[in-house]
């Protein structure tokens, strides 16, 4: 039996072909224009070179947001999936499968948060009369192109690695304490949680784009701990019950998708205003104040479920 006979991957996967070809076509028009882009002259070779531009733009608006929606549409199929691979119950188990679904969970982070840097300086790069990041943001775009082409071939070692015979473990072993980086408390991990949120909301207030960008990094790698080894113990309103796929799921009102979906759309913009500026050399920081908004829901969300635990119970876990 192989895991190609399910149909949500075939889907999936014939999708993902599909969007490869359109990009790879966007890529070869691309190398052209990198070669041959002359905004100054007047020949009719640069006349086409600008009407290919806004058609590669059309092609490039539609799969990169094909790709964002086909992440979704890819978690969903790990979840589907923990009912046909022995052992999983949940993500977690179909995730670990094998060694190459950590790293393409990895990748399709990094590219989603590296087209939406495209998107927006491809905004920028539209809005001005001579196309001043073109350059700049087709490297970006060829850079992205390469990291698409590697995901594509580990999607097809990872789902065709995925043992069908042989169980593998599920979310209670994976994420089994101890697992808290550099031998860190509970109780610090959540006391640096809360930290850090505060500090990137006063920096975001003051406007300071690389001091937030760090912070930002940093309370990714943070408040993916937290969540998993101690909100998400909330959620599941089980003291031994650590993972992070768990709450996605119907039994928990698929509130990961708003924890995780919060933190994510934070990060983001709280890092792109450091990003734009280092390709852009002009400040763009309006997107910081939406940073604050996504992360403040975020930890609203999670310190709810601790306050209601304890009013119901009077303990914590």
């Known amino acids: 039996m192989s895991i190609?006979?399910?149909?949500?991957?075939?889907?999936?996967?014939l999708i993902e072909v599909i969007l490869l070809v359109l990009m790879s076509i966007a890529q070869a028009n691309i190398v052209v224009i990198l070669r041959y882009w002359d905004f100054e002259a007047s020949s009719a070779l640069q006349y086409r070179l600008e009407k290919k531009n806004y058609l590669i733009n059309t092609i490039l608006y539609f799969t990169v947001a094909t790709k964002i929606i086909l992440f979704l549409f890819f978690v969903q199929s790990l979840n589907s999936l923990s009912g046909v691979v022995?052992?999983?119950?949940?993500?977690?188990?179909?995730?670990?499968?094998?060694?190459?679904?950590?790293?393409?969970?990895l990748v399709k982070l990094w590219l989603i948060f590296g087209f939406g840097l495209w998107l927006i300086v491809n905004k920028l790069d539209l809005a001005a009369a001579d196309f001043p990041y073109l350059r700049r943001k087709y490297w970006l775009y060829t850079f992205l192109f390469v990291g698409v082409a590697v995901e594509f071939l580990l999607e097809i070692a990872y789902f065709g690695d995925i043992p069908l015979n042989v169980p593998v473990f599920c979310c209670s072993v994976v994420f089994q304490a101890p697992k808290l980086p550099f031998g860190y408390t509970q109780e610090f991990l959540v006391s640096l949680f809360y930290g850090l949120f505060i500090a990137i909301a006063v920096l975001n207030v003051l406007k300071n784009a690389m001091a937030s960008f760090i912070c930002n990094v940093l309370f990714l790698f943070v408040a993916y701990y937290a969540i998993t080894y101690f909100f998400g113990l909330y959620v599941y309103e089980m003291p031994n019950h650590k993972c992070p796929y768990c709450m996605l799921q119907k039994e928990y009102y698929y509130i990961g998708y708003v924890i995780w979906g919060t933190l994510f759309l934070g990060i983001f913009f709280g890092t792109m205003p450091f990003l734009i500026e280092l390709m852009t050399k002009k400040p763009h920081l309006r997107l910081l104040k939406f940073s604050t908004f996504y992360l403040s829901l975020m930890t609203a969300v999670c310190t709810f479920y601790v306050v209601r635990y304890y009013v119901m119970t009077g303990v914590f876990l």
């Not at 190609?4 to 996967?13: A, P, T, Y």
């Not at 179909?94 to 060694?99: E, Q």
């Open 4 to 13: 190609f006979l399910s149909h949500e991957i075939v889907v999936f996967l």
């Open 86 to 105: 022995p052992g999983a119950m949940c993500s977690a188990g179909v995730v670990g499968a094998n060694v190459y679904g950590n790293l393409l969970l």
